[in-house]
């Protein structure tokens, strides 16, 4: 069972069935919305927590420019207020850039970590791509680049047979506040680099997962990003794209609850 959204210091959230915790976080420019099919599968035997990360949905928007640091603490003061006991950390995208630093920053917090679709020590041409999305975002681009976004995103046979979910995440993106969101983006550009050299020092379990055809966070970085973690292992989910929370929500769920195992990087 769902319980209604609430708001602590800024932050938007919702909290789903009981059992142990699991903590939700979404991707730049998404919002807590995007997990409802994890979540339906998750909530029977977890207490599931989903949230809006700073300049997103309905939590603060507070003026750029950010800092990796600032949604660390963003969740940290969220799970303390909640008096959340250790938990499996699941991050999405960008969400999983900011699942990596709040593991560092805080190890017993953290039981197991999930990676999904995260980018990991992009390469030159890649970092150039992901700039070049900035750009295009802070010179008014940012309603133009959606389609090809969504294109990316989501596999063509997806996007025939559930127009509904792409058309909802097209409405995300549009309704978007553009100065939260071009920080956001600013940020999403450049913390991976922060990152990689701080991998060795993980000490949660972390599976790693992304779609064979992921464009942006891709298997190679996957499988190089589980080979960094002292106890990282990989999945690389067959013809997936980038959406996998919403395309293969079952496979997700099983992954964020271990009843999945992929093999050991």
Not at 66 to 92: I, K, M
Not at 171 to 188: G, I, K, P, T, W
Not at 237 to 248: K, N, Y
């Amino acid at each position: 069972m769902s319980r209604p959204g609430d708001v602590l210091g800024g932050t938007h959230y919702r909290r789903s069935g009981a059992g142990p915790p699991v903590v939700l976080i979404h991707g730049v420019g998404a919002d807590l919305e995007m997990w409802e099919p994890v979540v339906a599968r998750l909530a029977a035997d977890h207490d599931v927590l989903r949230y809006d990360m700073q300049g997103h949905g309905a939590s603060a928007k507070p003026p750029g420019p950010y800092h990796l640091a600032d949604f660390v603490e963003q969740l940290r003061s969220l799970v303390d207020a909640l008096e959340l006991p250790p938990f499996v950390l699941t991050g999405f995208s960008m969400g999983g850039l900011v699942a990596q630093a709040f593991a560092l920053a805080e190890p017993a917090r953290v039981g197991r970590l999930v990676l999904l679709n995260t980018v990991f020590d992009r390469s030159p041409q890649e970092r150039a791509a992901v700039e070049a999305r900035v750009r295009d975002v802070l010179n008014g681009g940012h309603a133009a680049s959606i389609d090809a976004a969504l294109d990316r995103w989501f596999t063509p046979t997806f996007h025939a047979s559930r127009p509904d979910v792409v058309n909802a995440v097209r409405q995300r993106m549009e309704s978007n506040d553009l100065r939260a969101y071009a920080a956001a983006y600013q940020l999403f550009a450049s913390a991976d680099r922060e990152l990689a050299a701080r991998l060795g020092g993980m000490q949660a379990p972390t599976t790693v997962v992304t779609g064979s055809d992921d464009q942006r966070s891709t298997a190679a970085m996957a499988t190089a990003m589980a080979q960094r973690l002292p106890r990282g292992c990989c999945l690389i989910i067959p013809g997936q794209r980038h959406m996998t929370p919403l395309e293969a929500p079952g496979l997700i769920a099983e992954v964020i609850a271990g009843r999945t195992w992929p093999r050991s990087s």
